[in-house]
């Protein structure tokens, strides 16, 4: 079963930048699609990104234009970079592959 840890969220302004790390082990990790969904206070969990394991990417589309997704084999990580952040892209981000989730890493945009 592929383990997954997050990593790099934390207090940014609105217009700022984040950009969060998922680290994977116990997989082959370059045969890995991985996708970054997100829990907004108040709301049900979301999708938000995707990158399957030849680097195409998809975007929700409340953050298409905003967020890129990426990955580094070499790494075994994929990043979500987050640019032009909203109050509204707070919440818990998690990455999840083969039916395996990390433990979530908080997001704040706050003044």
């Known amino acids: 079963q592929v383990q997954l840890v997050e990593s790099g969220g934390g207090l940014v302004q609105p217009g700022g930048s984040l950009r969060l790390s998922c680290a994977a082990a116990?997989?082959?990790?370059?045969?890995?699609?991985i996708d970054w969904y997100r829990h907004r206070p108040g709301n049900e969990r979301e999708w938000v990104a995707l990158?399957?394991?030849?680097?195409?990417?998809l975007y929700a589309a409340s953050v298409e234009g905003r967020f890129t997704i990426s990955r580094d084999n070499a790494k075994n990580t994929v990043y979500l970079e987050m640019n032009g952040l909203l109050p509204e892209d707070t919440g818990v981000y998690y990455c999840?592959?083969?039916?395996?989730w990390g433990q979530g890493t908080q997001v704040t945009v706050s003044s």
């Open positions: 999840t592959t083969e039916h395996s």
């Open positions: 990158i399957t394991r030849s680097g195409s990417t």
């Open positions: 116990g997989g082959i990790f370059s045969l890995l699609s």
